[in-house]
């Protein structure tokens, strides 16, 4: 029992913040706001910036002589990069022709085969990692193994080089998507006598095939506007090429030339031909999102 | 027709789970068999060793004999084998959504390779009919996909699915616990009527179902089969008392 | 025995069940042929063949990923053993770069690299973590999906297009406007001295901080979505400002992976060639001035790789290339594993 007098609370009532410190913190609560629009509207502004430059200096360009002609000799006007968009092309379908089907059926293996044994974590982690390795490796390592024993560059080793750059990415979305298939639809299948390989292709990969397809046109997307590994394997040509084992040109490679060549000529034509990927990229882009949408309801349950 | 199923000393684990303890029984042929119990006590685990689907998971074990007819399913024949002479019923219907109605019926067959236009025809026809959902989709069937069905419609295609293969035996696993008490007695009535017809054996833990629908009753608890007897003798004069306490309700 | 129904306990049978013996078989009631369908299925396989074939068809596919990884590897020692052999760990520390006398060493790319890298991530984070706090906790939600829409389109601009758009705008806007600026305000630091020609490691630093914003921003987001929406609800009920629940209910518990973010924007930085070679200057110096031209590991390959004539040239740039192969994967996996730690191994958004 105290008979002590209370003391007055000499600072105040804790429970109540000083008004200062009330201050102090939403203010600071609308400064971050602030910063944080600020800082969404400086990365956003670069994207609107090149956005508008390549439509300003490349539209013009843009006429049917760019999409039938190759390039002109040096110096001279007019011409177009038509080789190189075909080369594109070329290269891009033996990307896929090679990437695709081992990427699925990698995804295939972790999600109906490997799920939460060790291979196949090993096999997932490996796949995020070899995403992040520059891909200019991939160039000089298929440059070593492809061009350098044959003697010569080859739209064969572009493919070959891209085709490397896919597969992990396949393979991932691949397997995020089977896994969106309830097991239920699997049971049901495999109750029917419906063996596991069937399962896997018949149901599966059937009730994921839309988000599947999106995840390949990512991969897809991803590998058009790659111009570092194919520096060294595909090379680049100013003329029409048709064989698979010589040089071919491709769109990002002709870009980069131009780009860092001394003709203003050459310039147009590099901001003429940015303008072109751009917009296939983006388009592709945009499915993807579109795609990913409808893929999601169609393939949940 | 169906076949008898003979079960000896069967035991199974899920991982170091020891989920079913020496189960010994006589399904009859022809006959419909309820599995009643309180939750958790491996009758779903039991139907799922029938046709081997309990393999399905990687951790899950079985050790025992079960003779479909005369054939040791474990080690006379495959899993694929016996599911394709075994049909199976879902707790909740999964129709595959990517297909019609149509072709979820027959998916069974069509999935194994078989390929007669007009059998595939005639058979859906039989299986819609058999699992009494021919009238209501009978226009839409290459139209509608099979996932924009009502809850209980989906069920009953699945019976279709089921029932489309001809199997031997018919196994469903609870399969009106997910429906509306319509679609429910819808089932029920088919299961009366198709028992002439095929082995069933159906879990439930409604045992007001069981006793409509099936003359053998099996009571599971705890991993372990403690009675197995006609419907009728089960539900008025149970041997065990556990029996008796499950089914005045003391538990479960 | 009888049953002690209990009180009020509902009779457990309601209808009349079929009296006939339990155990007996009926006998068919028809003998009725085996029908089409059942011959059909049973005359198919068990499919185990087939069912084992596929699986290992799909476990090769699956190893190639490996493959890759361990062909890449041995490929990269192999042609870079002339190198290895004549230069051995002193490679990574000395400045020459003679290809005429066959003199060797990367220092001054991986001064390049380190730079630029490093300040590409201190401009790029603040930026992005903005973003990305904006994004998740700020913005209204109709906007929410055309923004992170938007920030999807830059991380898709390839890195030439990148560069092209950095040639032409933003070196004259370097060499014109911003260089004098910065010697204006900042020249007494000392690292804004020599000339300006707009081309260096300022310029490559800032188009590498808006090529890495992306996956940084991204990733922080998916971590940030991650953190459950119980620990917002907890610091708001003590009565936090909002910002003070992001710090201390999403960011705290998000610190991991947000290190993880900016590492794998590390990553990329580490690797990224094309746009840095347009505009870095292709200089092999070590020099304080950020407006001075540079040279990366990356862009050191790109540049002279096809130039390279004679064994040792071309043996250096791949041990410049193997070098560039294992950081980024180091750095990737360390990453990675932080994303997963957080995000509980929900596979991170490749971009």
Known sequence: MSTQPIQAQPLGDPRKPSRGNVLRRYTADHIVSGLAILATIIVLAPLAAILFYLIYKGASSLNLAFFTHVPAPVGEAGGGMANAIFGSGIILGLASLMGIPIGIAAGVYLSEFGRGRLLGNAIRFTADVLNGVPSIVMGIAIYSLVVKPQHHYSAFAGGIALAIMMIPTVTRTTEEMLATVPHAVREAALGLGVPKWRTAVSISLRTASPGIITGCMLAFARVAGETAPLLFTAFGNQFWSFNMNQPIAALPLQIFVYAISPYDEWHRLAWAGALVLIVLIMVSVTLVRIFANRGMLKGGS | MGVGIQVEDLNAWYGSNHTLQDINLHIPANHATALIGPSGCGKSTFVRCLNRMHETNPIARATGVVKMGDVDIYREASPVEIRRRVGMVFQRPNPFPTMSIYDNVISGLKLNGFRNRRVLDETVERSLKQAALWEEVKDDLKKKSGASLSGGQQQRMCIARALAVDPEVLLMDEPASALDPVSTSKIEDLIFQLKSLYTIVIVTHNMQQAARVAENTGFFLNGKLVEFDSTHKIFTNPRDKRTEDYITGRFG | ?351
């Open chain 3, 1 to 351: 025995m009888s049953i002690e129904r209990e009180h009020g306990a509902p009779s457990p049978i309601r209808t009349a069940v079929p009296v006939a013996p339990a155990m007996e078989e009926k006998p068919p009631l028809v003998s009725q042929p085996v029908s089409a369908i059942r011959e059909f299925l049973n005359s198919r396989g068990s499919g185990r063949l087939a069912d084992s074939s596929f699986a290992a068809l799909m476990l090769v596919c699956a190893c190639t990923i490996f493959l890759i990884v361990l062909f890449i590897f041995w490929i990269l020692i192999k042609n870079s053993h002339l190198s290895l052999v004549a230069f051995g760990w002193k490679f990574f520390t000395r400045e020459a770069w003679d290809p005429v006398s066959g003199d060797f060493g990367a220092l001054p790319f991986i001064y390049g690299t380190l730079m630029t890298s490093l300040l590409a991530l201190a401009m790029a984070v603040p930026l992005a973590l903005g973003v990305a706090i904006f994004l998740t906790e700020l913005c209204p939600r109709p906007l929410r999906a055309p923004i992170s829409f938007l920030s999807e389109l830059l991380a898709a601009i390839p890195s030439v297009v990148y560069g092209l758009w950095a040639v032409f705008v933003l070196v004259p806007l370097m060499r014109d406007t911003v260089g004098p600026f910065l010697v204006k305000t900042l020249g007494w630091t000392g690292f804004f001295e020599g000339p300006n020609f707009g081309v260096g490691l300022l310029t490559a630093s800032m188009i590498l901080a808006i090529m890495i914003l992306p996956i940084i921003s991204s990733l922080t987001r998916d971590i940030m979505t991650a953190v459950p929406n119980s620990q917002r609800e907890a610091v708001l009920a003590l009565g936090a400002t909002r910002w003070e629940m992001i710090r201390i209910g999403v960011l705290r518990n998000s610190r991991i992976g947000i290190v993880g973010a900016v590492m794998l924007g590390l990553g990329r930085a580490l690797g990224e060639t094309m746009a840095v070679t347009m505009v870095i200057g292709n200089h092999p110096d070590i020099s304080k001035s950020l407006f001075a031209p540079g040279y990366t590991l990356a862009s050191v390959i790109a540049n002279e790789f096809s130039e390279a004539t004679g064994d040792l040239y071309y043996s250096a740039l791949i041990e410049i290339g193997l070098a560039l192969f294992l950081v980024t994967i180091v750095v990737n996996a360390i990453a990675r594993l932080m994303v997963w730690a957080v995000t509980r191994g929900a596979p991170a958004r490749v971009s």
